[in-house]
């Protein structure tokens, strides 16, 4: 790793301050101050990124493209400073400027290009592939406005708006030089030449597909790879071909079609909206993404039958599953390949990664929008459905439901999933319990059929921003006694297992957690006025408001204690605090109104001298990246509680274990593997499995009515959500919840996440939480336990599994000498 000289450092922000704002360093903002600091930062990275890609070329090594419609990257200045290896140094040079480096850090906006799993997966990829030294572009689209932001007015959301790009973004390269034309619309003109058709999109609207880069620094071995955002532009009006010069109104609409493109982010997490100008995103970014790659191909590459051993498209859910009808379009409309040919190349290019069950976040497109918005496209993908069903009819003959259930056309609909797997090469889960459920569930058809293309590849997560970022007094200590080896291989953290019965270690560990929870409760006062005891047990659920996740089953447990506690103040019961944090899709009633539930019980709860603060509730405002830094390095319980069955994996769980925090869960996803590693005795775990929840919804769901008739607690709990108990202005608020709980005369649609059915085995493992921490040594021991034990859910880990099994990547190396002799 490069020196970072401290003096020269010092002179370039300087200088920086001085160009981009005619500011002396005393003069400028704090702002002005941090992209002072970025550009000086990126200064430094500009020769190792240059570098990287002269690598690249010479080596002429096998790419990964990472198709996203998401990276929720978080901010970027604090972790390339730390995988540039600069932290001493750019911290040293601040202070002596009077400036102190969280600070700064602070001033940057998160990038939130992402909703919450499968974005931030995303940018965790990245920084491994980086880390690892494999050649990656990640692909996706510049937002004008990201992930809103979330205000808490009188306990509900309001959405406002995600300005991140208002102060201008310092690590982003604006690429004219690759800018791209993308067509909608129109219609295909079939011309014959004597020998073959050739297909022509005529009176189409276009935008011009312009690049933007970000580097994505590797930890500590000079590697920048690259992710590649889109941004849209009109096309110039003068280019409009020979037909359409003079057409005024085309012109405009062109222009419009520009401006609302890329305007923001769909702020839906796991429900399929089906909006026109979605289709339009996924189309824009991935024809820009696909011209581009293959054009950077031809230029060292003369045999584009060789594409599959140089590139790899890995698609992110089926968001980006439109990539394999535009790279058979590519080849056969450009490239002059023939079908079986295209199809060849195609189905060794293309690779699929599900990251979700849930039936309502499936993509099906209507045949009228699909054919209307990509009409060429939509001919090919006609005609992959209708070679796929040839080959359905021959394995299953006369079997007229397996085409039903399988198709890709059917019903009106075009579904993405169904493409990506007949055209990937590899389908793969991302939890081991999810690839089963994948498997005998939920794609069993396509499993018969075609078994070699499934796999599992458990997700993970990057420590360089998780801890080495996120929480610096556990990093450095666990450095002390270990060595530094985990930053770039986790599964060395098990060397801590030999401590975590010694006491003089337990103390300093959860020393550490209690410095780390006086940080949060520090946030928490600022941003929510409200006292925490950093003694009590931080009791955390942060992750996306949906109803399977169960936020839910977590408030009404709060109001079961509480109740306790009115009942018998004296009641011996160690300090707990509650802390939430979600965003809920904006037009998701029912996530939203849980929302104002837990801030209704937190204000009553919070508010009630009489328990002498042995409870509270807190809803952390704007859920995002930055924050959840800090939530996970103070966290004492980790809530993952979703219905067994429906959380894909889940990452969260992951961050948290990695920060010593102990898992409080179900079953599901990668909750099953993480009891795996770090033992059973040393988690809480609770509710029904995943097959039982199958179960019971193959039979028709169960009866909540019974046990809301026989269990009074819980009768309490629920009649308090309409009798005011919570909300005195209008004793109705919290009636569609209450709904959604009890029959009211359609009982099979009642309660569909088993939140009553799962009640009394929560509450049981939250006792048992309580009994536990009152162990000190043993919970010391736990907490240091599942660090220890976390090495498997380094994304490090998951990114050389779908190397080796899926992308057949080399590593790069970039040494100093490369990078001196530019
Ligand atoms: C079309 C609307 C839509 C938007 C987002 C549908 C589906 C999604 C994502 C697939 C939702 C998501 O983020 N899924 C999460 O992916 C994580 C990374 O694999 C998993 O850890 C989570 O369990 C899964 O919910």
């Known amino acids: 790793m490069r020196e970072i000289s401290k003096e020269e450092f010092k002179k370039s922000i300087i200088e920086n301050v001085k160009n981009q704002y005619r500011r002396t360093i005393d003069e400028a903002t704090p702002q002005q101050i941090f992209q002072a600091v970025s550009y000086a930062i990126k200064d430094v990275i500009i020769d190792d990124w240059i570098a990287t890609q002269k690598q690249f070329d010479e080596t002429g090594a096998k790419k990964v493209y990472y198709l996203s419609m998401e990276f929720l990257m978080g901010r970027a200045l604090g972790n390339n400073i730390i995988n ?20 700064i850090e602070d001033q940057e906006p998160d990038p939130a290009l992402g909703n919450g799993g499968l974005g931030r997966l995303a940018a965790c990829f990245l920084d491994s592939l980086a880390t690892l030294g494999y050649p990656a572009y990640g692909c996706g689209i510049r937002y004008h406005y990201g992930m809103f932001k979330q205000k808490i007015q009188d306990g509900y959301q309001v959405e406002v708006p995600d300005e991140w790009l208002k102060n201008g973004y310092p690590f982003e390269l604006r690429r004219p030089e690759y800018a791209t034309e993308v067509k909608f619309g129109g219609y295909v003109k079939t011309e014959w030449d004597g020998e073959r058709n050739h297909f022509v999109q005529e009176g189409y609207q276009s935008v011009l597909a312009v690049p933007y880069d970000m580097p994505i620094v590797g930890y500590g071995n000079n590697v920048v790879n690259t992710l590649r955002i889109w941004d849209a532009q009109p096309i110039d009006t003068f280019s409009l071909s020979a037909f359409d010069k003079g057409d005024y109104q085309k012109a405009v609409e062109q222009e419009n ?3 609302n493109l890329v305007e923001v982010l769909y702020p839906n997490d796991n429900h399929y909206a089906g909006k026109e100008l979605r289709l339009k995103q996924q189309y824009f970014f991935i024809s820009a993404s696909l011209q581009v790659a ?3 191909f031809k230029e060292t590459n003369d045999d584009i039958h060789k594409l599959p051993e140089k590139i790899v498209f890995q698609m992110n859910d089926t968001h980006p599953t439109v990539a394999v009808a535009e790279l058979m379009r590519l080849l056969l409309d450009q490239e002059g390949l023939n079908w079986d040919e295209a199809w060849g190349i195609t189905t060794k290019c293309c690779a699929y990664t599900n990251h979700t069950i849930m039936a309502e976040a ?6 009228e929008l699909f054919s209307r918005l990509l009409p060429r496209v939509y001919q090919i993908v006609e005609e992959i459905n209708r070679r796929f069903l040839i080959e359905v009819q021959n394995k299953y003959p006369n079997n007229y439901e397996k085409v039903k259930k399988m198709a890709i056309i059917f019903d009106g609909q075009v579904k993405m999933a169904h493409l990506a797997i007949v055209a990937g090469y590899s389908v793969n889960g991302v939890a081991k319990l999810h690839t089963e459920i994948l498997k005998n569930q939920e794609l069993k058809d396509f499993y018969e059929m075609m078994p070699e293309k499934f796999n599992n590849k458990t997700n993970g997560i990057t420590q360089r921003r998780f801890l080495l970022h996120g929480n610096p007094l556990l990093a450095d200590w666990i450095t002390e006694q270990i060595g530094d080896e985990w930053i770039t291989d986790l599964p060395h953290l098990a060397k801590l297992k030999v401590y975590v019965d010694d006491p003089k270690f337990q103390q300093e560990f959860m020393n550490i957690k209690y410095q780390n929870k006086l940080r949060l409760a520090k946030y928490i006062k600022e941003h929510n006025g409200i006292d925490v ?3 009590s047990i931080f009791d955390v659920q942060v992750k996306r408001l949906h109803e399977y996740k169960r936020q839910l089953l977590n408030i009404l447990h709060v109001m079961y204690l509480y109740n306790q506690l009115k009942d018998n103040p004296n009641m011996d019961m160690v300090p707990r605090t509650f802390i939430f944090g979600a965003k809920a899709a904006a037009g998701y009633q029912i996530a939203k109104k849980t929302i104002k539930l837990i801030n209704s019980v937190a204000d009553v709860i919070n508010n009630d001298k009489s328990i002498n ?9 704007d859920y995002r990246v930055s924050n959840a830094e800090l939530i996970f390095a103070a966290a004492d319980v980790s809530e993952q509680i979703s219905t067994a069955s429906k959380e894909a994996s889940g990452t969260g769980n992951m961050k948290f274990m990695l920060n010593g925090a102990l898992t409080l869960g179900t079953m599901d996803g990668a909750n099953v593997e993480i009891v795996e590693e770090v033992g059973k005795e040393n988690a809480f775990i609770f509710g029904l499995s995943a097959d039982e929840v199958i179960n019971y919804e193959n039979n028709g769901g169960y009866n909540p009515e019974e046990i809301f008739n026989t269990d009074q607690d819980i009768r309490r709990v629920l009649m308090q959500l309409i ?37 009394r085995s929560y509450a049981e493992a939250q006792r048992r939480v309580e009994a536990a921490y009152r162990d000190e040594n043993w919970w010391a021991r736990a907490a240091m336990l599942n660090t220890a034990s976390a090495g498997k859910f380094s994304s490090d880990r998951t990114i050389e599994e779908y190397v ?7 590593k790069i190396h970039v040494d100093d000498d490369d990078v001196k002799a530019l």
């Open 362 to 367: 499936l993509e099906k497109w209507p045949i």
């Open 804 to 810: 080796r099994d899926i992308w057949h990547l080399e």
């Open 723 to 759: 009798n005011g108990y919570y909300s005195p202005q209008d004793p109705e608020l919290f009636r569609d919840i209450y709904n959604s709980l009890l029959n009211t005369k359609n009982s099979a649609k009642a309660d569909t996440y088993f939140i009553l059915k799962d009640f």
């Open 613 to 621: 603060g042995k409870l509270k509730v807190v809803f952390i405002e």
């Open 294 to 296: 293959l054009k950077k």
């Open 533 to 535: 005891d950093p003694r």
């Open 84 to 103: 540039l290896g600069a932290k001493k140094a750019v911290k040293e040079a601040l202070e002596e400027l009077g400036f102190d480096l969280n600070a």
């Open 257 to 259: 079609l520009a401006k």
